[in-house]
């Protein structure tokens, strides 16, 4: 029986980040920037000398030519509560693919802030930051989320026992439930998403993301790096600024 009481509910605090496949490497930048004075002839280039192509590629990255960063593609796997994807959905030049809710029934793993996880938010908007809370606020947060979602999974469970579509059943249940989704992106891409989503003090602009999609990035910015380190390294010398 879906609804049955011994349903046992995970809580989570962190987030999932997998590598799916990629076509993505240093080289790539190189002959789509070469082509432009080579021709097709970049090709038979790019090997020839390592220290002139880190040299190019930071070139591109100074002088903010992007194009050449659009050859790449890399697919990752990515499993975090649904307010993270929403925050997502605002990178457009990403491709997403999320699980559905209407043609599975959704698994009960929601979020749950670990104890390091800043709590109490202090000034303006645009100015915000964030401090650790109190035992007592995390005990609260604690405690409080994980019965709301024990009591929005029953609910959600005891429609769908009554007969009631899941896509009208989910509709209790709250965004801190976890989903997964395929999201790909080209290093361009990626290199934007990272300017936001992540801070850092050597940063040419500041950045204020939710910690949660920040876990996300983290994990995304490690594989990046091992894949294109020159241009991992051209990103952060510029400043983390997408070209």
């Known amino acids: 029986?879906?609804?049955?009481?011994?349903?046992?509910?995970?809580?989570?605090?962190?987030?999932t980040v997998e590598l799916i496949k990629h076509a993505a490497s240093d080289t790539d930048v190189l002959w789509a920037a070469r082509v432009s004075t080579k021709g097709e002839s970049s090709l038979a280039e790019v090997e020839a000398d390592p220290e002139r192509s880190k040299g190019l590629i930071n070139f591109l990255m100074r002088d903010r030519h992007g194009t050449p960063f659009e050859h790449s593609s890399m697919t990752f796997y990515?499993?975090?509560?649904?307010?993270?994807?929403r925050e997502f959905m605002r990178h457009r030049t990403f491709s997403y693919n999320e699980e559905s809710g209407r043609y599975r029934q959704l698994e009960p793993v929601f979020y749950v802030p670990a104890p390091e996880r800043k709590l109490v938010?202090?000034?303006?908007?645009?100015?915000?930051?964030?401090?650790?809370?109190?035992?007592?606020q995390y005990k609260l947060v604690t405690e409080a989320t994980e019965e709301s979602y024990r009591q929005a999974y029953r609910a959600y469970l005891e429609m769908i026992d009554a007969g009631v579509a899941r896509e009208v059943a989910r509709t209790v249940l709250p965004v801190g439930l976890y989903s997964s989704m395929y999201a790909t992106c080209n290093a361009r891409a990626l290199m934007n998403f990272l300017s936001l989503r992540t801070k850092r003090e050597d940063s040419a602009f500041p950045s204020f993301?939710?910690?949660?999609?920040?876990?996300?990035?983290?994990?995304?910015?490690?594989?990046?790096?091992?894949?294109?380190p020159l241009t991992h390294a051209a990103f952060e010398q510029g400043g983390r600024v997408s070209p």
């Open 1 to 15: 029986m879906a609804g049955d009481e011994s349903t046992e509910i995970e809580f989570r605090s962190d987030v």
């Open 78 to 85: 990515v499993r975090a509560p649904i307010f993270v994807f």
């Open 121 to 136: 938010q202090i000034g303006k908007p645009g100015k915000y930051e964030f401090v650790d809370g109190t035992p007592e």
């Open 209 to 228: 993301p939710q910690r949660e999609i920040e876990m996300v990035a983290e994990k995304m910015e490690e594989i990046w790096a091992g894949l294109m």
